[in-house]
């Protein structure tokens, strides 16, 4: 099975709205982390945003918010206020708990924003 | 800081020849990783380490092989290249605790002829 599900290839969104990037996982591990990377079309790696399986609140840094159901083990990236620069890929990562370091990535959201 | 570097930026290479990607860091983090990135596959983890001298395997390992016997340096080699090694490399790096928050490397695009 699939440890990291995004079912959206591409997405679209208009300038100065909002949009949401799904992101499911599969983990029987009650320790782990959530993770959120842009890729631009300049190739590198930027990370967003973290959520840990055992943090309350959900994650926010800036535009972007992790909404966070642990139940439907769904991380989805909300991006506020859509601008130009963020046309990129996006990435979901998750990392199990224990003492390795084996993250594990989903295949990617294509986003584009419209003027 | 000079964050995550990685050495070459591209590389052509014909079947059956062999080279290292260098990767390098200078923040004295304890975790590295190697992964490739192909079109609709994501990122993949090739091999991992979690300290000097000690290194694992990730989900795609074969064909390469890694070291570490400094906290500095992961280099990546491939053995024997094949064009189903043709990808984007990445290195990252992180420290052991917290989020474990990866850096990337610029990355290696990498054709095999």
């Known amino acids: 099975a699939q440890k990291i599900t995004q079912t959206q290839p591409g997405m679209f969104v208009q300038e100065k709205e909002a949009v949401t990037l799904d992101c499911t996982y599969d983990?029987?591990?009650?320790?782990?982390?959530l993770f959120w990377y842009k890729q631009p079309s300049s190739g590198e790696m930027i990370f967003l945003i973290y959520?840990?399986?055992?943090?309350?609140q959900n994650a926010t840094e800036g535009r972007y918010s992790l909404n966070f159901q642990k139940a439907r083990k769904s991380a989805n990236l909300v991006i506020s206020a859509s601008q130009l620069g963020d046309s990129a890929m996006y990435f979901c990562?998750?990392?199990?708990?224990?003492?390795?370091?084996?993250?594990?990535f989903g295949t990617g959201t294509s986003l584009t924003v419209i003027p | 800081n000079a964050g995550v570097t990685q050495t070459p930026k591209f590389q052509v290479l014909k079947t059956g020849q062999s080279m290292t990607l260098q990767c390098a860091q200078d923040?004295?983090?304890?975790?590295m990783s190697w992964y490739r990135q192909d079109p609709g596959m994501g990122l993949r983890l090739i091999h991992y380490?979690?300290?000097?001298?000690?290194?694992d395997q990730g989900e795609v390992p074969n064909g390469y092989n890694v070291s570490r016997s400094t906290t500095e340096d992961f280099p990546l080699r491939l053995l024997s290249a094949a064009p189903s090694q043709t990808s984007v490399y990445f290195c990252?790096?992180?420290?052991?605790?917290?989020?474990?928050?990866?850096?990337f490397g610029p990355g290696t695009r990498l054709t095999v002829t």
């Open positions: 990252a790096s992180s420290y052991r605790g917290g989020t474990y928050e990866q850096y």
């Open positions: 923040m004295n983090h304890e975790y």
């Open positions: 959520q840990g399986s055992y943090d309350q």
């Open positions: 983990t029987s591990d009650p320790s782990y982390g």
């Open positions: 380490s979690v300290g000097a001298g000690i290194t």
């Open positions: 990562a998750m990392r199990e708990g224990g003492t390795g370091n084996q993250f594990y």
